[in-house]
């Protein structure tokens, strides 16, 4: 079975730090993998997606980056925090167009 | 361009009583919907999916129909409980041959059940 873990589970940083959010994915090759983010009670935004190793395209970037260093692991990160990059950041796969499994999230808290 | 549309933001209900959630879409590419219920401080999980038109899909005491013909997917149950209260999402997909299957969501219908 297909497992999605994501790290870490929560954070607090400052205004003006740096950000490296983790997924990592076990039990499927080749997974197509995303960024999603969620201000507090809002929708899903979709941010990056990656189809393969070294190939991320962005969607909405929101000063953030996004790397696929693995097949199985997707990063979102970036060197400079803002007010507004706080919220719920899930990472997800899925199979074509038949469903998007999310894993269980990081909340950021940037103060 | 595709879209979705949630027109409740928030629903209110006591329990036992009957809800629609209404969810339509814009596409002009075959459409897949889904709707997933999100609880407090969880992720998303999905509850239903439909690429069938006007097929019934069930699940969990909850159904919605796929109904190309007037973009709709609403989403309904007979009788909600104190547990359905969440946040709910209708997303779609297109099938554009493409492997990406990336979903556009909905703004949330936030459902809260009363005693």
């Known amino acids: 079975a297909q497992t999605i873990h994501q790290w870490p589970v929560a954070e607090i940083k400052a205004v003006g730090s740096p950000l490296s959010l983790g997924c990592t994915i076990k039990g499927k090759s080749s997974p197509n993998l995303y960024w999603y983010w969620q201000a507090t009670g809002g929708t899903l935004q979709q941010l990056f997606y990656?189809?393969?190793?070294?190939?991320v395209e962005s969607v909405v970037q929101l000063n953030l980056s996004a790397s696929r260093p693995k097949d199985d692991q997707f990063i979102l990160s970036t060197e400079k925090l803002l007010l507004s990059h706080s919220g719920f950041y899930l990472c997800?796969?899925?199979?074509?167009?038949?469903?998007?499994?999310f894993g269980k999230g990081t909340r950021l808290t940037v103060v | 361009g595709d879209s979705v549309t949630q027109t409740e933001g928030l629903v209110t209900l006591t329990k036992g009583l009957p809800v629609m959630l209404n969810c339509t879409y814009q596409t002009t590419y075959s459409p897949f919907l889904f709707w997933y219920v999100q609880h407090l401080n969880e992720a998303p999980k999905l509850l239903l999916k439909s690429s069938t038109d006007n097929k019934r899909t069930e699940h969990q005491g909850f159904y919605a129909t796929l109904h190309k013909s007037s973009s709709s997917f609403h989403l309904q149950k007979s009788s909600v409980q104190l547990s359905d209260s969440a946040l709910y999402f209708c997303a779609l997909s297109l099938d554009r041959g493409s492997a990406l299957g990336r979903l556009h969501f909905g703004a949330g219908t936030q459902l809260i059940v009363i005693p």
């Open positions: 990656s189809i393969t190793v070294g190939q």
């Open positions: 997800a796969w899925t199979q074509g167009n038949t469903e998007v499994f």
